[in-house]
T-cell receptor, first 116, second 112 residues
Framework: GAGVSQSPSNKVTEKGKDVELRCDPISGHTALYWYRQRLGQGLEFLIYFQGNSAPDKSGLPSDRFSAERTGESVSTLTIQRTQQEDSAVYLC??????????????FGDGTRLSIL | GEDVEQSLFLSVREGDSSVINCTYTDSSSTYLYWYKQEPGAGLQLLTYIFSNMDMKQDQRLTVLLNKKDKHLSLRIADTQTGDSAIYFCAGVFSGGYNKLIFGAGTRLAVHP
């Protein structure tokens, strides 16, 4: 498809395990964003990539969270030693470079992460 | 820091107009957006307004911006059951390039 693709769509894991979430942006979109959406809340910004560099990691909540991006394509968000408060929907968005709104962010359907 | 606030719930009758309100604290906003989220889905960009505008109309949607009061609203005319969703207000503020700051979302319920 032509949209942002995220996998898995759902992930259930035990507290203390590591998880990897994947995002495939739209082809040609050099900017990529990760957000977290806790139940009943808005989206919290986590990290922004331009190409494979991350000029803004200010939203990562702790050093258990990290993210990588390969070139201008796939990104993975890794959460180590998961805690119950990490349970949320993790949303990825991508856009062409440039200032919005000419280059709006297109969102994937998210990964719903549940920590038992 | 920037803060965006919305009322959490709105219920309207089918065919009526819906008005969803949003306030923000940072006066240096550049762009303000409305996104729609249906159950189990990602966010769909509905419309946006640049901070030097005070109104924008797009078919059934009207966005009003009051910069003095830092208040943004989304009016949906002739609300339909398919409009039932969560609506998020979001903004790009000073130094934020494309970093979006979101409100908590307003759940719109449309009943017959």
């Amino acid at each position: 498809g032509a949209g942002v693709s995220q996998s898995p769509s759902n992930k259930v894991t035990e507290k203390g395990k590591d998880v990897e979430l994947r995002c495939d942006p739209i082809s040609g979109h050099t900017a990529l964003y990760w957000y977290r959406q806790r139940l009943g809340q808005g989206l919290e910004f986590l990290i922004y990539f331009q190409g494979n560099s991350a000029p803004d990691k200010s939203g990562l909540p702790s050093d258990r969270f990290s993210a990588e991006r390969t070139g201008e394509s796939v990104s993975t968000l890794t959460i180590q030693r998961t805690q119950q408060e990490d349970s949320a929907v993790y949303l990825c968005a991508s856009s062409r470079p440039g200032q919005q709104p000419n280059q709006p962010q297109h969102f994937g359907d998210g990964t719903r992460l549940s920590i038992l | 820091g920037e803060d965006v606030e919305q009322s959490l719930f709105l219920s309207v009758r089918e065919g009526d107009s819906s008005v969803i309100n949003c306030t923000y604290t940072d006066s240096s906003s550049t762009y303000l957006y409305w996104y729609k989220q249906e159950p189990g889905a990602g966010l769909q960009l509905l419309t946006y307004i640049f901070s030097n505008m005070d109104m924008k109309q797009d078919q059934r949607l009207t966005v009003l911006l009051n910069k003095k009061d830092k208040h943004l609203s989304l009016r949906i005319a002739d609300t339909q059951t398919g409009d039932s969703a969560i609506y998020f207000c979001a903004g790009v503020f000073s130094g934020g390039y494309n970093k979006l700051i979101f409100g908590a979302g307003t759940r719109l319920a449309v009943h017959p």
